[in-house]
């Protein structure tokens, strides 16, 4: 469940506290007349079930509340309450398959900012993925692919073409279009480092490598292994089970590619090159279509779910607890 908290100019503190009570989600409804002092208003508080959260939302933004005063989401890991578990069983729909889309935006508006520390952290996999894969060691491939951040800006990207927001999708692809040519040349920097210390050397790069050649000889195999893990990570974030990015993180190409490419291009194996960023292309455009698509489904699902779904009427005895 999320906590609700509101801050409502008191003409339409009413209004509210209607629609909250007719909400079959809503539940621990709670009205504090005239407590807000900045914005001025009254704070209203209640809990709500994850299924009922987008079209309440939805309602209290049509009420300018977010003009005018504030709403506030808190998710909530632990809720012990009969009342709490009448609203869930309430809402319609299912709690696992309710997607909040303003938890959804927010999440990936701040994880495709362009900042520091993402091309820290992406310039960081790519180089652990460069002595991945001259190593020919799946074990650093693996850790480079749950170290890097590209995920971010690829969830954003799917946000932002399904609720239609250009200034998230120019965010999350200058994220992208900035960020993997920052970290390949860092890791090239690091290839000519370790190669002048001996540790690195073109002869590691062609050998045969069993283990990691897949990296540098994309097929369409590459591509419905991406279009798969663009459907769990969506599905991972709308759903909030992180558990199940984790391995999203871990079955997609992205950063061992592009790490590859850094490498073939420092040693001038530009064929070698050419494979590894058309894997790379590969993974980004499977990702980006099926999680996109998976939002689209999500989207009308839901839309059926809660057109069928009925508020219950206001109670005869409201039970909302005021205090000044």
């Given at each position: ?21 007719t ?8 009205v ?9 208003g ?19 933004r049509?009420l ?16 012990l ?9 309430d ?7 309710a ?12 994880e495709?900012?362009?900042?520091v ?16 894969v ?60 370790l ?15 069993p283990?990691t050649?897949?990296i ?13 893990a ?29 790490a ?9 194996d ?20 099926a ?9 009308g ?7 069928r ?7 005869a ?6 205090s000044?």
């Open positions: 469940m999320f906590h609700l908290r509101l801050i409502v100019p008191a003409d339409r503190s009413a209004a509210v506290r209607d629609l909250l009570l909400e079959p989600g809503a539940t621990h409804l709670v504090w007349p005239g407590a807000a002092v900045q914005p001025a009254d704070v209203i508080a209640c809990d709500l079930a994850r299924e009922a959260t987008s079209t309440v939302l939805a309602e209290l049509a300018d509340l977010h003009e005018d005063g504030s709403i506030a989401l808190e998710d909530l890991d632990v809720m309450s009969r009342s709490a578990d009448r609203a869930e069983q809402a319609p729909g299912d709690s696992a398959d997607v909040v889309w303003e938890e959804i935006e927010e999440a990936t508006s701040e495709s900012v362009l900042s520390t993402f091309l820290a952290f992406l310039a960081l996999a790519t180089m652990i993925a460069a002595c991945g001259l190593l020919d060691n799946p074990i650093l491939i693996v850790g480079a692919m749950v170290v890097g951040p590209e995920f971010g800006p690829l969830a954003g990207l799917c946000v932002a073409a399904v609720q239609r927001r250009p200034r998230l999708a120019g965010r999350s692809a200058l994220a992208l279009l900035v960020g993997f040519p920052v970290a390949m040349a860092a890791t090239m920097g690091f290839t000519a480092l190669d002048a210390l001996g540790l690195f050397d073109r002869d590691m790069l062609e050998r045969p490598r283990l050649e897949f540098f000889q994309p097929d369409w195999l590459s591509f419905w292994v991406a279009l798969l663009g459907v769990a990570g969506m599905l991972s974030l709308t759903s909030a089970k992180s558990g199940a990015l984790i391995g999203v993180l871990i079955s997609v190409t992205t950063v061992p590619a592009a590859n490419a850094a490498v073939a291009i420092r040693y001038s530009y064929a070698q090159a050419a494979g590894s960023m058309g894997q790379l292309g590969l993974n980004l455009a499977g990702i980006v279509l999680g996109t698509l998976t939002l689209l489904v999500q989207r699902l839901w839309s059926l779910q809660a057109a779904g009925k508020r219950r009427p206001p109670p005895s409201t039970g909302v607890a005021k000044s």
